[in-house]
């Protein structure tokens, strides 16, 4: 029988927004369900986030944003990523994202985008379903 | 209410109970086991004077402008004067939020609010690293007095008073307000308006800090002290429950910490020498309205009462004006729902209802898109609107406090009022406001209400329409407003020009002063102000205070 290692995920805040309810709520959420979770915190710049991530050997970044200036920090936090052979990572995301904005974001390589309202069992669900 | 009344009104209760209401139950049970408000509180099935057995009416209501102000601050309300529809705008640049302001001022709005850019908002310049991304998404950027001046232009800043969600960087953007009033010819004695500068709640809930919490109250004791004197109209904290309650916490919760930051403050400027009625008048206070009616009509009025009675008894102020808890108050952001978006305008509408009933002075009413982004113009009249048609037709402004001596409103204030002083005896007991914060009291409470929240909905004891109920597979089918990449641009270019033409050698000098006060015990208003006029940027000066007192990092709890 072997141990299996528990999913890891890191709750990040890129952006400069101070509302982080969303992101504790599920912190919290993702906890309760098993999974290891880090918060960053407020205020994290791409690189900060890219290298949490890369120390904390993470499987899963779910980035949380209300600010609006998504379409600026979530591409270089997916090149930074990349930058560090972490493209295989789980990236998922939300907020105030307006829906115009989905597909352009999905086509960079974020999975998810979970709106206002998504409950929190449906985040949980496909965190498992999409990581090994 | 006399002993007989009440052993006769209990015993025509247990009959009805025993008789009238079993035959009922027996034949068909409630639609739940319990009844809970917003915030998670039982509601009984029927209030009577049982409920409020001590009731006494002038201990407890009084009459509106009198001791102790349960039923609002002012003897005729709004039957003398409507309440001020001041709705909260900035997006941009500077000339893009001052041509919808000029708009507004036209359409006969007297007061004006201002969104700042959070790059303002945590004391960053737009050319920041920190701030890509961010340059006039969330509100106007304003880097420097250049800014503040085009901001205001053909405005009279002697006729408009105006409000400014600003707290870390507070003293920065009211110096930028000043030296704007004066290259008007106006004087600072002459200008009238609201900073939030509201510290205490950034640590517990809305996070927009900069700097520690001590050096931080320093801060806002110099701003007190140096409004007290230079500019006397100006409102010099807006202490805010509005964002404690929208990061989770329950309506008790809201107005238990927003009254204890609130005597945190008169403290800390008695502490400074400061006399308590010579700045209290001058405090006024910012709450949420959450979508239950009557548990948000009793928080406001648990609100006045308490605050009357402490700012009497703790601090023995004389002049009545100190015991006004006068209030500002938004509609719950958090209660907007991105699903079925237009079904938000009639969630704002009861919210703002519960406002009026409840006595505010001001009210912004959130628009249906806000789960999206900043509002469009059109869904931000529809807002303004409601606040019109509640004001003219509904009737709900012609008498005063109109839910007073309701059983129900009454037993209501008095729980509330007893659990925001039990919240009172715990921060207490943890040393105080700032020690509480320090040990992440706060922080801990509101996180747990807010997952308790969030629970309710998963498991269906609290239904949210289109959210976990009625849904609905529609496209949004409403318009949802962009930001210009050109507004970055505009920016820059201008901050660029600001730092070119201005005498840098007195800009440093300027900069230094401030750091030797901050370091000392000057008074930092006069230094800020006096750098503020050579056109020394938010970031400079925020960056001159970093040096010396750091950046606050918070305890991380979830």
């Given amino acids: 029988m072997t141990e299996t290692r528990k999913i890891r995920v890191l709750i990040a805040k890129p952006g400069l927004d101070g509302h982080d309810r969303g992101a504790k709520v599920v912190a919290r959420a993702l906890r309760d369900a098993g999974f290891e979770v880090i918060y960053t915190g407020l205020r994290q710049t791409p690189e900060q986030i890219a290298e949490t991530a890369l120390q904390e050997d993470v499987d899963v970044v779910g980035l949380s944003i209300l600010s609006g200036a998504h379409m600026r920090l979530f591409p270089e936090i997916m090149q930074l990523l990349k930058e560090r052979e972490m493209a295989d990572v789980l990236v998922i995301a939300g907020g105030i994202i307006p829906e115009d904005d989905f597909e352009p974001l999905k086509k960079l390589g974020i999975k998810e985008i979970f709106g206002p309202g998504t409950p929190t069992g449906e985040i949980v669900d496909f965190i498992r379903k999409h990581t090994k | ?558």
């Fill in chain 2, 1 to 558: 209410m006399g002993t007989k009344e009440k052993q006769s009104v209990s015993q025509t209760k247990r009959d009805w109970e025993n008789n009238t209401l079993k035959e009922t139950l027996d034949k068909s049970p409630e639609r739940r086991e319990r009844f809970i408000t917003t915030s998670s509180r039982p509601i009984a099935r029927i209030y009577t004077p049982i409920d409020i057995a001590d009731f006494n009416y002038e201990e407890h209501l009084g009459f509106p402008g009198q001791y102790p102000y349960t039923r609002g601050v002012y003897p005729t309300m709004y039957r003398g004067r409507l309440w001020t529809m001041r709705m909260f705008s900035g997006f941009g640049t500077a000339e893009q939020t001052n041509t919808r302001f000029r708009y507004l001022l036209e359409q006969g709005q007297t007061g004006l609010s201002v969104a700042f850019h959070l790059p303002t908002i945590q004391g960053y310049d737009s050319d920041d690293p920190m701030s890509k991304g961010e340059i006039g998404v969330c509100g106007v950027a304003v880097d420097s007095l250049a800014d503040m001046e085009i901001l205001f232009s053909h405005i009279p800043l002697n006729k408009v008073t105006t409000s400014m969600t600003i707290n870390a960087p507070a003293a920065v953007l009211l110096c930028f307000y000043i030296a704007a009033a004066e290259k008007q010819g106006v004087s600072s004695t002459q200008i009238g308006g609201t900073i939030q500068n509201d510290i205490l709640k950034e640590y517990q809930a809305q996070k927009t800090w900069i700097f520690p919490p001590d050096p931080s109250m320093r801060i806002i004791t110099d701003i007190l002290q140096f409004c007290t004197k230079k500019v006397p109209r100006w409102n010099t904290i807006s202490i805010s429950g509005y964002h404690i309650r929208e990061a989770g916490a329950t309506a008790v919760q809201e107005v238990a910490f927003t009254l204890a930051n609130g005597l945190a403050y008169v403290q800390a400027g008695v502490d400074a020498g400061l006399k308590v009625d010579d700045f209290a008048p001058r405090l006024s206070f910012f709450f949420d309205s959450h979508l239950d009616l009557f548990e948000e009509i009793a928080k406001f009025r648990v609100a006045r009462r308490v605050w009357a009675r402490e700012i009497q008894d703790r601090f023995k102020a004389k002049n009545p004006r100190s015991y006004l808890l006068r209030f500002h108050t938004q509609t719950a952001g958090v209660s907007l729902t991105a699903q079925q978006p237009e079904n938000n305008i009639v969630r704002t509408t009861i919210e703002a209802l519960a406002a009026i009933l409840g006595g505010t002075q001001s009210l912004h009413t959130n628009s249906m898109d806000e789960a999206w982004a900043l509002p469009t113009e059109k869904a931000a009249t529809i807002a303004l609107r409601t606040q019109q048609i509640l004001a003219h037709e509904s009737g709900v402004a012609n008498t005063i406090d109109p839910l007073g001596g309701s059983y129900f409103i009454e037993a209501l204030t008095n729980e509330m009022e007893e659990e925001t002083y039990r919240y009172f005896d715990r921060i207490e007991k943890l040393g105080g406001v700032v020690e509480a914060i320090k040990k992440g009291f706060f922080q801990r409470e509101i996180s747990d209400s807010a997952f308790r929240f969030q629970r309710e909905i998963e498991e269906k004891e609290r239904i949210i329409v289109g959210v976990n109920e009625y849904v609905t597979d529609d496209q949004l089918e409403i318009p949802v407003l962009k930001i210009d990449p050109e507004v970055e641009r505009t920016q820059l270019a201008r901050l660029q020009k600001t730092r070119k033409t201005r005498n840098n050698q007195k800009v440093d000098q300027l900069l230094g002063q401030l750091q030797r006060a901050a370091e000392g015990t000057d008074n930092l208003l006069p230094h800020i102000l006096a750098a503020v006029r050579e056109y020394a940027t938010v970031g400079e000066i925020c960056n001159a205070l970093r040096d010396v007192y750091g950046e606050y990092q918070e305890p991380i709890i979830f």
